[in-house]
């Protein structure tokens, strides 16, 4: 399997995935403005990518802040959030990553400067490893409800790409083939930046998965036509009503899916999950330059001078999702919220397959 990104001699490496899959192609990051660049342009990107990715900015820009002690520390570090932060609004996991490290800067405050730097390149390695071990739990709850022979869609890339590794929505899939079952993916293109052509098509086929490459317009004929048995997306930011913002296109086929009767999975970790939001009307969402839609591949597409709207995500309601596949179990969505209650009995309301 491919590495997303890495922390390796002081440098944050990240695979060009801009680049793919025509070039295979990594680009070292010294500092931590480019580190936000390359989340802003796209060289990484995936919701769990970009909070790993944010976690080792930070890291790399804890190591130039002169400070004498905690609070100066801390104050040098503002820029680097702010950067990181002002990069892409939707996902939530930069964020969450932002808060994790202001959480354990917080708990080790009495420990020299010197060492809440080491303390940070350690935790953004182990944000990385959670990532995987966390993708690999989605992919076995996730992977109950894929029956052999089964026929999956799945809508941009929610694979090894955007993650630290595995997967999320392809980690069900992945489980599934481990487990000897036959399925077939459908890949749809997803415009306009194409992530799904050329980034879940080119690693499922590295991997030796079945995988069929559409066109998005595609996925209500085969639906129809009953040809796909699930759906299984990703999520940028999942909120507490069970409400799903994920890349532009998501809704359309959870609508399509509803209509078909074909379920329809949101595999999120917990990373993507927004409690303090209550309802997805209220998630931002990133509208992104025109370009990505007049040109592919640095080619013109549209003609010069045309009007365009580039909104980079959409938001599901959550009466279209079937079931949110977490580390911690299978969800109906209005019973997520539990996930963030102390005490509840999580067991009792899991989704169990044929419910
Ligand atoms: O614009 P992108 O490529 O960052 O959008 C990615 C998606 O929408 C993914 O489905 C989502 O981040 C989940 S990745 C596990």
Redesign the pocket.
Known sequence: MVKTIEFVDGKVRMLDQTRLPLEVVYVDCTDYHMVAEGIKK?RI????A?GIAAAMGIALGARDVRAADFDEFMNGLEPVFQTLLATRPT?VNIQWAVERAKKLLSEKRHEPVDRLKELLVEDAKKVLEEDIQINRAIGRWGAQFIRDGDTVITH???GSL??GGY???TGPIRVAVEQGKKIQVYADETRP?L?GCRLTAWELMQDNIPVTLITDNTAGALLRKGEINLAI????RTVANGDVA??IGTYSLAVLCKENGVPFYVAAPLSSIDFSIPSGDLIPIEERGPEEVTHVFGCRIAPEGVRVRNI??DVTPARYVTGIITEKGVFRPGDLHLLNEKDADLEAVMLKPGE
């Open positions: 796209l990107r995936g919701a769990p970009i996902a941009c890339n929610a955007a993650t997967g999320t929505a930046v992530q997306v990703g999520t940028d994920n890349k980079a995500f």
